[in-house]
T-cell receptor, first 117, second 116 residues
Framework: GAGVSQTPSNKVTEKGKYVELRCDPI?????LYWYRQSLGQGPEFLIY????????DSGLPNDRFFAVRPEGSVSTLKIQRTERGDSAVYLC???????????????FGPGTRLTVL | AQKVTQAQTEISVVEKEDVTLDCVYE???????LFWYKQPPSGELVFLIR??????QNEISGRYSWNFQKSTSSFNFTITASQVVDSAVYFC?????????????FGEGTQLTVNP
C-alpha cells in the first residue's frame, strides 16, 4: 500500500514569507508526527497528533510554527515569517496506534526540503 | 532527560568487512524502546528494528544483528559481510513510555560508507 507522502518535495522561499508543508499519512494510522532534520544531524521532534488534536507540541521551536490536522488524516505544518534558520528537511511520520504506546513503529515520508533565502 | 549518543560520526569499510555501529542512551524510564533506522542517500528513513527495555535478547536478521545491554545502556548494531548497498546514515532512537510518550529522540547518526 501507499506510504507516507509529503508535498512539496522541495520548497524555496524568501525570508519573511509564509509556507505550508503537507503530509498525507498511511491510511488508517491514527498518530502523525512532524520532525525537523538539519544537515548532518538526527531528526528532532516537533509535534504529534492523535486524531485531530495535537497530543504534544512541545518540540515546536516558537510561535511561528503551527500544525493542524482538521480531519484526522492529512496534516499541514505552517511556518510564518520564515527565517534562514528554518532551512531544513521537514519529515512526517505516522503510526498505527498512536501516542502513549511508545513502542509503536513510525513510518516516515520522504520529507520536504525547505530552503529560506 | 532522554538522550541518544552515537559517537561514531563516520565509518568507512571495505566490502565484506564486518562493522559495528555504537549507540548509547540515557533515560530515567523503566519502560522504553530502542530503534535503529537507515537513511540512504534518497533521504527516506527506513525502520530496521525495535527492542523494548524488558527484552535483552540479541537479535539477528540476515546480515544484521543487534546487541542490547542494559548494564551499559547500549544498543549496538553490527552488519556482517558489508555490501556497498549498506552505505547510508544509520540512526539510533529512543522512545519512553512514561516521560515522552511515542516521540522519538534520535542520535546524531553514523555515516557508513562501504567501498567496493
Amino acid at each position: 500500500g501507499a506510504g507516507v507522502s509529503q508535498t512539496p518535495s522541495n520548497k524555496v522561499t524568501e525570508k519573511g514569507k509564509y509556507v505550508e508543508l503537507r503530509c498525507d499519512p498511511i491510511s488508517g494510522h491514527t498518530a502523525l508526527y512532524w520532525y525537523r532534520q538539519s544537515l548532518g544531524q538526527g531528526p528532532e521532534f516537533l509535534i504529534y497528533f492523535q486524531g485531530t488534536g495535537a497530543a504534544d507540541d512541545s518540540g515546536l521551536p516558537n510561535d511561528r510554527f503551527f500544525a493542524v490536522r482538521p480531519e484526522g488524516s492529512v496534516s499541514t505544518l505552517k511556518i510564518q515569517r520564515t527565517e534562514r534558520g528554518d532551512s531544513a528537511v521537514y519529515l512526517c511520520a505516522s503510526s498505527l496506534r498512536g501516542p502513549g504506546l511508545a513502542g509503536d513503529e513510525q513510518f516516515f515520508g520522504p520529507g520536504t526540503r525547505l530552503t529560506v533565502l | 532527560a532522554q538522550k541518544v549518543t552515537q559517537a561514531q560520526t563516520e565509518i568507512s569499510v571495505v566490502e565484506k568487512e564486518d562493522v559495528t555501529l555504537d549507540c548509547v542512551y540515557e533515560t530515567r524510564d523503566t519502560t522504553y524502546y530502542l530503534f535503529w533506522y537507515k537513511q540512504p542517500p534518497s533521504g527516506e528513513l527506513v525502520f530496521l528494528i525495535r527492542r523494548n527495555s524488558f527484552d535483552e535478547q540479541n537479535e539477528i536478521s540476515g546480515r544484521y544483528s543487534w546487541n542490547f545491554q542494559k548494564s551499559t545502556s547500549s544498543f549496538n548494531f553490527t552488519i556482517t559481510a558489508s555490501q556497498v548497498v549498506d552505505s547510508a546514515v544509520y540512526f539510533c532512537a529512543l522512545s519512553e513510555e512514561e516521560t515522552s510518550g511515542s516521540r522519538l529522540t534520535f542520535g546524531e547518526g553514523t555515516q557508513l560508507t562501504v567501498n567496493p
